[in-house]
């Protein structure tokens, strides 16, 4: 496919963990730093995490420590690996290249708080 993919949401716990995963066409996406993104109603989509085609990451101040941005480049794969969720996590999240490419978005992964 073309879209980028998400999937891997889910309902969770605070403190609880999650992986998500992004299906991103090589032939896009393979030498783009890529990121998660995140949506709440009400606010803008903030990044939270960015990885480049090289491996190097980087992280919201808000996901720091807890979170872990990752990808598979045969696979053409991206991964965030959400630990110690907290309240404020729960929202849409998205991959996309950095900057946005926003044509190829999917339609999002949904984290939801069960509390």
């Known amino acids: 496919q073309v879209q980028l993919g998400e999937s891997g949401g889910g309902l969770v716990q605070a403190g609880g963990s999650l992986r998500l995963s992004c299906a991103a066409p090589?032939?896009?996406?393979?030498?783009?730093?890529m990121g998660w993104y995140r949506e709440v109603l009400g606010k803008q989509r903030e990044l939270v995490a960015g990885i480049t085609s090289g491996g190097s990451t980087k992280y919201a101040d808000s996901v720091k420590g807890r979170f872990t941005i990752s990808r598979d480049n045969a696979k053409n794969m991206v991964y965030l690996q959400m630990n110690s969720l907290k309240p404020g996590d729960p929202a849409f999240y998205y991959c996309d290249a950095i900057p946005g490419v926003y044509v190829y978005w999917g339609q999002g992964t949904q984290v939801t708080d069960s509390s």
């Open positions: 090589g032939s896009i996406f393979r030498l783009k730093p």
